[in-house]
């Protein structure tokens, strides 16, 4: 009989255990968010995708370890320790990824401006001389006697 206790106390301190990994995770999330803006549906979307998982893991644990059954000290045991983790450890955990997100953010930034500096400069240099090939093609046009809109160089007549 003390094992049978003993058991359903590792599960239900594993339960604790399980609701404070889920909220970092949750935690991981926000930090992204923090630091690369979404738009509300996208929050929503990804609110919605995070409780289905959330769900199917809940089931997988119970099926796992209490062989499916439902017991009302596993989800005390989910709240408890989304709780305490939220209380305790959650804010020092989400200022921490905010900033090494941020600075991986920044990193990776400063690596692609430095990789398209030299790109960005081409690119300048083609629009510039297109541009005055354009206005040299167009002079040309204009002096063989094309008027704008004419597209097969005909001469229009001039009607009386």
Same mark, same amino acid.
């Given at each position: 009989? $003390?094992?049978?206790?003993?058991? $359903?106390?590792?599960? +239900?301190? /594993? ?13 991981? @999330? ?7 803006? &979404? ?19 809940? %089931? *997988? ?11 009302? +000290?596993?989800? =005390?045991? =989910?709240? @408890? ?17 905010? +900033? =090494?997100? &941020?600075?991986?953010?920044?990193? %990776? /930034?400063?690596?692609? *401006?430095?990789?398209? &500096?030299?790109?960005?400069? @081409? ?5 510039? *001389? ?8 167009? @002079?040309?046009?204009? *002096? ?7 597209? &097969? ?5 001039? $009607?009386?």
């Amino acid at each position: 009989m $003390q094992e049978a206790v003993l058991g $359903q106390l590792y599960f +239900f301190l /594993g339960a604790v255990w399980f609701g404070a990994c889920l909220l970092l995770v949750y935690d991981g @999330i926000r930090s992204f968010r923090i630091v690369f803006r &979404h738009k509300m549906w996208v929050v929503s979307a990804e609110d919605v995708l995070y409780w289905i998982f959330v769900g199917f893991l809940c %089931f *997988r644990f119970l099926c796992w370890y209490n062989w499916g059954e439902l017991r009302g +000290f596993f989800f =005390l045991g =989910l709240f @408890i320790g989304m709780a305490v983790y939220y209380l305790l450890i959650s804010p020092k955990v989400l200022e921490g990824l905010v +900033f =090494l997100l &941020h600075n991986i953010r920044r990193i %990776f /930034g400063t690596i692609f *401006r430095v990789v398209r &500096h030299p790109f960005a400069k @081409i690119g300048i240099n083609v629009r510039w *001389r297109l541009k005055r090939e354009r206005k040299n093609v167009k @002079i040309a046009l204009m *002096r063989k006697g094309h008027k704008r809109g004419d597209t &097969h160089g005909e001469k229009k007549d001039k $009607q009386l």
